[in-house]
């Protein structure tokens, strides 16, 4: 069955860069997707990776994708602490109608 | 309009009570879900409606009913809800099933005593 893995927390001061990683089972997810969530509110879709490409950059976000070792990562650059929340790695599935979802990382961005 | 919106905000009902979460988005999308977030928990899929019809249910217990009247609107309908189904309730839609991106709304956290 499909899993997704990421770890619960990743503390960073104000202007470092953060990594988020992410590890994932199924090998024909179509799309691998990162969501954030600030407290009390919904999921912000924060970017997304087609399979068959490497890397993706927005501004200060940058996605890699090894596909070969099922291995996604998030990367922020100069991180604010309006960055602080809980980011989710997600895959679809093979028809493309479910995500699945890790279990989120916890971000906290210190001043 | 690129949201998704979500009414009520907050809900709080007993186990014996009726009442509907509703869900509206106005980007044209045809796919729309219905997910449950417990506390530090991700997301869990619930329902999945496409054009208008269901086609996925996470094997949801009956007390959850969803309804799509037109393909700008979801509902859930809920009754003799239980106090462990107290969470956070989410509606997301996309253009279309398969791979395409979802958009969340921003939840209805629902309260059951």
């Known amino acids: 069955g499909e899993d997704v893995e990421q770890s619960l927390f990743l503390s960073v001061r104000e202007g470092d860069s953060s990594v988020i990683n992410c590890t994932y089972t199924d090998s024909s997810s179509t799309y691998l997707y990162w969501y954030k969530q600030e407290p009390g509110a919904g999921l912000q879709l924060l970017t997304y990776i087609f399979s068959n490409m490497d890397m993706k950059q927005d501004q200060r976000l940058t996605v890699l994708l090894n596909k070969k070792d099922k291995h996604l990562s998030l990367r922020i650059a100069d991180t604010q602490t309006g960055d602080s929340a809980i980011y989710f790695c997600?895959?679809?599935?093979?028809?493309?109608?479910?995500?699945?979802f890790g279990g989120g990382t916890r971000l906290m961005v210190k001043p | 309009d690129t949201e998704v919106t979500q009414t009520p905000k907050h809900l709080v009902m007993g186990m014996t009570n009726k009442k509907s979460l509703k869900c509206e988005q106005h980007?044209?999308?045809?796919?729309m879900y219905w997910y449950k977030q417990k506390a530090k928990k991700p997301p869990e899929l619930m329902f999945v409606?496409?054009?208008?019809?269901?086609?996925i249910n996470e094997s949801v217990p009956s007390r959850f009913s969803p309804e799509c009247p037109n393909s700008s609107l979801l509902n859930l309908h809920l009754h003799a809800l239980q106090p462990e189904d107290s969470a956070l309730y989410l509606c997301?839609?996309?253009?279309?099933?398969?791979?395409?991106?979802?958009?969340f709304g921003p939840g209805t956290r629902l309260t059951v005593l």
């Open positions: 997600a895959e679809n599935d093979n028809a493309g109608n479910m995500l699945t």
């Open positions: 997301a839609s996309s253009p279309g099933t398969g791979g395409r991106e979802q958009f």
């Open positions: 980007m044209g999308h045809r796919a």
């Open positions: 409606y496409s054009y208008e019809k269901l086609s």
